[in-house]
């Protein structure tokens, strides 16, 4: 029961969870916000880049369609319906997950934090309530179908984890700057 239900919210947030991963590998260029400044500091900083955010949109989506090709073998070895992914579904998954860490950006730049700079909480649950918010405003049918109320209890305990565990790896790795 709860390993089906771990199946299925792991599975419906692979789009989610590797967008901002993705945009790590891909981060630089120019900064979504141009260098502006507003109210003393950076409007989202140099570490939100244009060409981070659609690389990592452009994964997550690209992901949910190999999941939706491997959706049987894996559904029959887990012994789970795993959950398919419509294609504005996906999508809202992805970039809502972007925009969700882009927000977060936002806030910690509003509250003089530098670039890098840790925000507990927020750094964990950040991409998770955009992409939450974006895929139940986009494509509400196919997300509370998916994500029922239990499905989505699994999510809010399991990601902070997750993202514990894969930031803290990348950093060990040296592929990203700070544990977070
Ligand atoms: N990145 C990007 N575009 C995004 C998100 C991330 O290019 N929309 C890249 C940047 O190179 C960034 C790195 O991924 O430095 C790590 O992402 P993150 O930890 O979210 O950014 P920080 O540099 O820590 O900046 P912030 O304090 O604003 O979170
Ligand atoms: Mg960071």
């Known amino acids: 029961m709860i ?11 692979v789009p989610a969870y590797v967008p901002n991963n993705a945009a790590v590998l891909a981060g630089g260029g120019r ?17 939100k880049t244009w060409r981070g955010t659609a690389v990592g949109t452009a994964v997550g989506v690209v992901l949910a ?3 939706n090709a491997v959706n049987d073998p894996a ?18 998954l992805a970039f809502g997950a972007m925009c969700g860490d882009i927000g977060a950006s936002f806030l910690k730049r509003r509250s003089g934090r530098e670039r890098g700079a840790a925000f507990p909480g927020l750094d964990q649950l950040d991409f ?13 049918s196919w997300a509370t179908d998916v994500f029922a109320l239990p499905v989505l209890a699994v999510v809010v305990v399991m990601t902070p984890v997750l993202h514990v565990v894969t930031n803290v790896g ?11």
């Open 128 to 140: 998770v309530v955009g992409a939450l918010a974006l895929v139940f405003l986009v494509d509400p």
């Open 31 to 47: 900064p979504i916000d141009g260098g502006r400044e507003w109210r003393g500091a950076r409007l989202l900083g140099d570490g």
């Open 75 to 92: 559904s029959a070895a887990v012994g789970v319906d795993l959950p398919r992914f419509e294609l504005p579904a996906a999508v809202a």
């Open 3 to 13: 390993g089906s239900l771990v199946a299925t919210a792991f599975w419906a947030m």
């Open 170 to 180: 990348a950093y060990a790795l040296g592929v990203k700057n700070e544990p977070w």
């Open 65 to 67: 369609l190999v999941l």
